[in-house]
């Protein structure tokens, strides 16, 4: 099995990278192969800073880099050797098995489009991140900001897609899925949420829960919690500004500090043909390290052939 | 003065609500006086408990209360002797100068339309809740759930209102007006906040400083942040359960303390003709005590006249 990396994608790139996937490439020792896709000349000689420790590691040089301020789908289209337009060339080729990068959302998302596109029946791939429940383990809510303007239909699938992604990735057996809402009752919320909870209350492929609340994020009424990606993306910026704040007030506690991003590393995009990673701009080596981990994880459950054979049918 | 308080509403009314009221009356003498409203069978013995320290409060009869479960609406039309009916129908009268009561979110919505009245111009009034800002003092976040769904218009108007609350009740000099997004950029978000932008920008009665994110809540960015009441809503109870869990986990930091809703007592109504604030429904004597000094601040700040003013130019 082979995991790729973005080397050129995040802050603290190439170094951190490299840094992660060499630590990576350790911690899946005889399950994966780490594959290093970047510019040659910086990739290099950080490779071999870390001397035979990153032996193991293959690398496929890319010649251009896709910026953080570029226009996605313009600097998509147009860095074709891009980090991010070859590991997505591989990945949709079939050369590797999950593809990860701290670099551009946007762009991620638009390689993700573009190459091993959307599984057929998905009308729109959504972005997952994951919240540490108080009585452990973790959960997901969907969309974190892939779709900002959403339709029911699509919040339904968010429901399927999590749903699948909590089974065959989290191991939750009959993952609950929660509809966020402004109130517990069945009539409540937009026009949008109340036509969503009624798809969803019917989809025989989930075990809808009802309505859930801001309050219920970390608790265990849901294992899967469905938004649309405004909403998702003001929840998961506001909860990592929550742990931000604790840290900076030196406030140490075992549950917020599940909170850290470098956990897991990055966010899946759940609905594509493929297993792809966005990592977090400000990605340390452990935050690379547990992305790849998890792209692992993805491509050993077979996530992306579940979610094909669930939207088939 | 008067300040007037459903002395039914609540979790744990009557008793916090008298108890409450007692409080308030010591903090504002000869400021105002604090008017109960509510069953005299039940707030009478507890007014005798108080003895000489319930000498300077009111009481006014009321003999129907409406439940936490019935039909606002219905409700509110069918017992016309309620305590949030005869609270809304003296405040309509100016017999009293604030109503605040911590029972029926709906009650006290439907009760102010009702009576007292949407300022005209506005089209919808909103709900508020404080913030804690990291660098000291609150900022104030509408709607938090009169609105699950707004119009661009109905926006705007949020960072109008909040803008005059934040100036004439919490003292800001100019605030800063931030529009709850997914991004920074102008074209972020969906096509309601996209428009919501533009109107908010060329408005020239608030000091709009652009779109800011969930991580800006709790920093100096916004004084007011503007949102549906949907999404407002999910960050009310998200930060409710931040609160809550660091107290069950026995963490204790002077700035999370700011979180306890009983600092403030309960959310103004802004847009209407009038001062009326709804409580949390488990609000305790020190809520209810200060959501009757944020009533007098209200009434004596003559916000809803600023209000007024500013939708009749």
Not at 49 to 76: N, R
Not at 118 to 125: F, H, I, K
Not at 148 to 167: H, I, N, T, V, W
Not at 184 to 206: D, R, S, V
């Amino acid at each position: 099995m082979k995991i790729a990396l973005d080397a050129m994608g995040g802050d603290f790139a190439p170094q951190a990278a490299v840094d992660g996937a060499v630590l990576a490439a350790q911690q899946l020792a005889g399950k994966a192969q780490i594959v290093l896709i970047g510019q040659e000349e910086a990739v290099r000689p950080l490779l071999q800073q870390h001397g035979a420790a990153a032996d193991s590691l293959a690398f496929i040089p890319a010649t251009q880099v896709i910026a953080m301020g570029e226009h996605p789908a313009k600097a998509y289209q147009q860095k074709q050797d891009s980090s991010i337009a070859v590991g997505y060339k591989m990945l949709h080729a079939g050369e590797i098995d999950a593809f990860c990068s701290a670099g551009s959302t946007g762009a991620m998302l638009v390689g993700a489009m573009f190459s091993v596109k959307a599984v057929p029946g998905v009308l729109r791939p959504a972005i997952a991140n994951f919240v540490p429940k108080l009585h452990g383990g973790y959960g997901i809510f969907l969309d974190v900001g892939a779709n900002a303007e959403c339709k029911p239909e699509m919040l339904e699938q968010f429901g399927e897609l999590g749903s699948l992604y909590a089974q065959y990735v989290l191991g939750i057996t009959t993952p609950k899925v929660g509809l966020m809402n402004l109130g517990e009752e069945e009539g409540k919320g937009t026009a949008l949420l109340q036509a969503a909870h009624q798809l969803l209350k019917i989809n025989p492929h989930i075990h809808f829960i009802g309505n859930i609340e801001g309050r219920d994020l970390f608790n265990d009424k849901a294992d899967v919690i469905v938004c649309d990606g405004y909403t998702g993306n003001v929840m998961l910026k506001m909860a990592e500004s929550i742990y931000d704040i604790l840290a900076e007030r030196h406030i140490v506690d075992p549950f917020f500090e599940k909170f850290n991003y470098e956990a897991f590393g990055g966010s899946p995009i759940l609905g594509i043909n493929d297993n792809a990673i966005i990592g977090h701009g400000v990605s340390t080596p452990t935050a690379i390290c547990s992305m790849l981990l998890q792209g692992y994880q993805m491509a050993e459950s077979g996530i992306s052939d579940q979610i094909k054979a669930t939207f088939k049918s």
